[in-house]
Nanobody, 121 residues
Framework: QVRLVESGGGLVQAGGSLRLSCAAS????????MAWFRQAPGKEREFLAD????????NYKDSVKGRFTISRDNTKNTLYLQMNNLKSEDTAVYYC??????????????WGQGTQVTVSS
């Protein structure tokens, strides 16, 4: 079992940047593939990006490519999401998730509690 705690959300103006963090504890962080998802009000949770155990492989949702960057520091047991050029449609609760499989499978993943990101236009 792994415990995940997101942080770094907040209110930002359109065009601004935020960096989200996800601190992991309970099991060896490097044994998990990791991912970021988000859920906007009234919408389903959607995949944003994932990263393999060592960080050598990443995938992104098309709409965030070039704006968002997923990374991890296995020495700090932390996952990151750097978000640049934020838009109002990026407003959502952002979740990190951990999976023991690669490609990442959300069906069997462990989830954090989420952090709110609000982008004002």
């Amino acid at each position: 079992q792994v415990r995940l705690v997101e942080s770094g959300g907040g209110l930002v103006q359109a065009g601004g940047s935020l960096r989200l963090s996800c601190a992991a504890s309970g099991r060896t962080f490097s044994s998990f593939a990791m991912a970021w998802f988000r859920q906007a009000p009234g919408k389903e949770r959607e995949f944003l990006a994932d990263i393999s155990w060592g960080g050598g492989n990443t995938n992104y949702k098309d709409s965030v490519k070039g704006r968002f960057t997923i990374s991890r520091d296995n020495t700090k047991n932390t996952l990151y999401l750097q978000m640049n050029n934020l838009k109002s449609e990026d407003t959502a609760v952002y979740y990190c998730a951990a999976s023991t499989t690669w490609p990442f499978r959300s069906e069997s993943a462990s989830w954090g509690q989420g952090t709110q990101v609000t982008v004002s236009s």
